[in-house]
């Protein structure tokens, strides 16, 4: 049964050309960072091939570019998760594998995440930039990814709003809440993190 819930097409085309635009950016700046520079992010737009007008509407300082070029190094990618022949095929186990590597890429880099954190929080707030991606939705395409067992079991609505739910589960907010709220030690928080995602699919399905 269908809900309307979805959104149009279009909506997720203008997205997702702002998440590229959006990848594009910090993926230049981590090759120069790479080649022993700073790069200021005039320098990271012309690199990117992004007018400097547009980048700084996705990044408002050279501070808030360069606090997340540490998070996108050995990001986990649909590939690294799902490419190979060693891949969970049973839906639970793949958003678990989702969750439980993401939570291990945050862990390492906790300062990094606290800062980009501390960058992002009051942007919303800005009426000029508020529709533009935060974040680079990592966790959005591999949950794609994972779920992708189920396309023939729910429908998209369904699906749809079981992808919502688990990024909700997944990623620096879950971390920061599980760390800072409710007190978990990591093997805890990792744990306990698993524990919900798995129930949420168990529940959907």
Known sequence: MTTGMSSPPRTHERVAQKLRTRRALLFAARELVAEGRTPTLAEAADAAMVSRATAYRYFPSQEALLAEVPLSVDVPTVRSLFGGD??????????????????????????????????????????????????????????????????????????????????????????????????????????????????????TR
């Open 86 to 203: 060693a891949a969970p095929t049973d839906v639970e186990d793949r958003v678990a594998l989702v969750h439980n590597t993401l939570y291990d890429h945050i862990r390492e880099r906790e300062v990094q995440v606290r800062l980009f954190l501390r960058n992002t929080l009051l942007r919303p707030l800005d009426p000029e930039r508020n529709d533009v991606p935060l974040r680079p939705a990592f966790r959005l395409e591999l949950l794609d990814a994972a779920l992708q067992p189920l396309e023939r079991e729910l429908d998209p609505d369904q699906l749809e709003r079981l992808k919502t739910a688990l990024s909700i589960l997944i990623g620096t907010e879950a971390f920061t809440a599980m760390r800072d709220v409710v007190g978990l030690d990591h093997d805890q928080a990792r744990a306990r993190g698993e524990w919900a995602v798995r129930q949420m699919v168990r529940a």
